[in-house]
């Protein structure tokens, strides 16, 4: 009979690494990065780990992209010759989640004994190179990829994760009735615990206090990005990291003597996924497929809320934890984070849930319980929870099937249908204000619905202060309100909002 222990997993060593020469084009590269941070995790684990790894999982990764796929060479720098080497096909935020969780599913079926799971991105250097090469500015990566890209969302300046996400951020003020004063002091005090929790983390990225004050106060060092947001709320993605783990069962950490009290216990996970186009979503002041995705997660292991030591709650950009604490009902003044969050942690792409898994880990050993580690990628759209433990989880039987799509899709609401170029008369369904790099006014973008209630995309130009006055000052609540959508001269429908 098999040994039950052979199919349980654990995770048995971690490693991270923050890469920042004085000169950021000297910086390591991605594959680098991740060679460096899996050596780290075989130390943690008590050495010779690697050799003996029948499977390398790579988190996708975007600062230099002309070495992808990296498998080979991470292998090769950290001496291992797995059978399997994988790379997801996009950097996402829930890719370090879905690899985790699949480790789990294959030790527990017993395709693979030792699985080392593993990303990096070194976009502070990519950037730095490419301008030196060029004789121009550090660009930023993000959005240059962006700008590459076409379609109606596109045409009218919803091209990254900045100019999207806040859609969410003014959809979720509104919805639950906050003031912007209120909602921003939330999002200042979250992402000050996570500035807390950066300064005592030695792998997070900047390591100092920050305060709500300073987080929400918009100014020269920490300038607006996308109505609400200023730097100092959304990812910072100029950064140099990578961390890995180890994943095997338990029968194997105890045969090879690892101390059961740095063994940590992966249970089951959860995902669900919004659609991909962020204009055909129900509404953007909650989403099913994360509620399902952080509900399930938690019922499967046979947790509550209100157990859980410790939470990771993906934190690109304010709206995403708070949403995700409302769900579990997560008290503000309990750190959301055990890395730092991706502004003070670091945000490098899709490889955050392996930082968030290291700082996890590292709790767990020293100070024991439960924790919850929750990703979202893309544009709130792919959401996977998966729990931790410091001592055995019962109701963790794996393999598993981890897909929860068909209960999202059931909690979902309809959908409304986008009408590309409409004019007449709306209402403001949600809305941004996307600033120039020193501050100004750029442009604003309302989401509106027509009185049939179809959605479409409308401009504000900066030129139009009063509706940009209106959609910023905090004075009313611009979502819900009235206004006009008009055909302009350069081919994009324009907003004006009335009473203002
Ligand atoms: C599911 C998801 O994860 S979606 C999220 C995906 N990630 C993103 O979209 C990234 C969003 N962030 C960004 O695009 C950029 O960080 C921006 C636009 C906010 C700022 O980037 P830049 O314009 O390059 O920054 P800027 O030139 O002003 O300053 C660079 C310095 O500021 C730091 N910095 C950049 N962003 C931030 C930030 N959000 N918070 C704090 N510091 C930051 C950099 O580390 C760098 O410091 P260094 O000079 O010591 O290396």
Known sequence: MTDVSSRIPVIVGVGQINDRPANPIEGLDSAQLMAAALLLADQDAGGGWLADADMLAIVDQMSFRELNPVGALVADAVGATPRIIEQTEIPSGDSPTILLNE?????ASGEVSVAAIVGGEALRTAAARAAAASGGERQNIVRAGASKRTGYRFDYGLATPTDVYPLYENGCRAAWGQSLDEAQRESGTIWSRFAEAAQENPGAWIRKPVSAEEIIEPNAGNRRIAFPYNKLMVANSSVNQGAGFIVTSLAEARRRGVPEERIVFVGLGAAAHEPEDPLARDGYASTPAMAVSLNKALELNQFKAAELDFVELYSCFPCVPKMARRVLDWPIDKPATVFGGLTFGGGPIGNYMSHAVVGMVQKLRSEGGKGLLFANGGYATHNHSIVLSSTPIAAAAFPQDYHFQAEADAARGPVPPLVPGYCGPGTIETY???????????????????PAGERFLAQVPASDEKTIAFLTNGQNEPVGTAGEAIAGDGGLVLWTSTGC
Request: no cysteine; charged share 20%.
């Open 103 to 107: 480790a789990a599913n294959r030790i």
């Open 432 to 450: 941004t204000v996307i600033y120039d790099r020193v501050g100004e006014p750029s442009f604003g973008v309302v989401v509106g619905r027509s």
